[in-house]
């Protein structure tokens, strides 16, 4: 009967954690959605930048103007770029933050060694493997070439 009572009071000690460590998991879930709904919406109408880090400062200003301690502003810069590892509108609010800024950020140029292989050549088809920004495909295509790029 003893062990039958440690036995119990085992499973129960175990439901009781459990059942806690869910309650924190779903607190830590609801807080990390409000960190990123707060930080989408602050995007929304933050002033456009070319650097993702430029916005990241802003926003950690803008927490700590808020009245969030330093250190606290920090940890929600690290939960927000956790979630948008998994999460995509976070960074397309921030690639339409970068395209809403008046510099680029990106150099625009065309590389210097496709500028000097292509430059006696006659246009035809080119493919531009991994194409970033498209600089190069640009360069190309105004030379009459036929690019693809992706």
């Known amino acids: 009967m003893a062990n039958m009572t440690a036995t119990r009071r085992c499973m129960l000690q175990w439901l009781i954690s459990a ?3 869910n309650a924190v998991d779903a607190c830590a879930q609801d807080d ?21 880090g430029v916005l990241m400062g802003a926003y950690r ?20 770029m956790e979630r948008m590892r998994t999460h995509s509108d976070g960074w397309r609010q921030i690639f339409n933050n970068i ?3 008046s510099g680029s950020g990106f150099s625009t140029r065309p590389n210097a060694l496709l500028v ?35």
């Open 61 to 80: 200003a803008h927490l700590i103007e808020r009245g969030v301690p330093g250190n606290e502003a920090g940890g929600r810069i690290v939960r927000i």
């Open 99 to 101: 395209y809403a800024s």
């Open 19 to 21: 059942c806690l460590l």
């Open 116 to 150: 000097s292989v292509v430059e006696n050549r006659k246009p035809g088809k080119a493919l531009d493997a991994g194409m970033g920004q498209g600089r190069n495909s640009l360069f190309l295509a105004a030379k009459g070439w036929d690019v693809t790029g992706f």
């Open 32 to 52: 990390i959605d409000r960190i990123w709904a707060d930080f989408l919406e602050w995007l929304k109408s933050a002033k456009p930048s070319h650097d993702p």
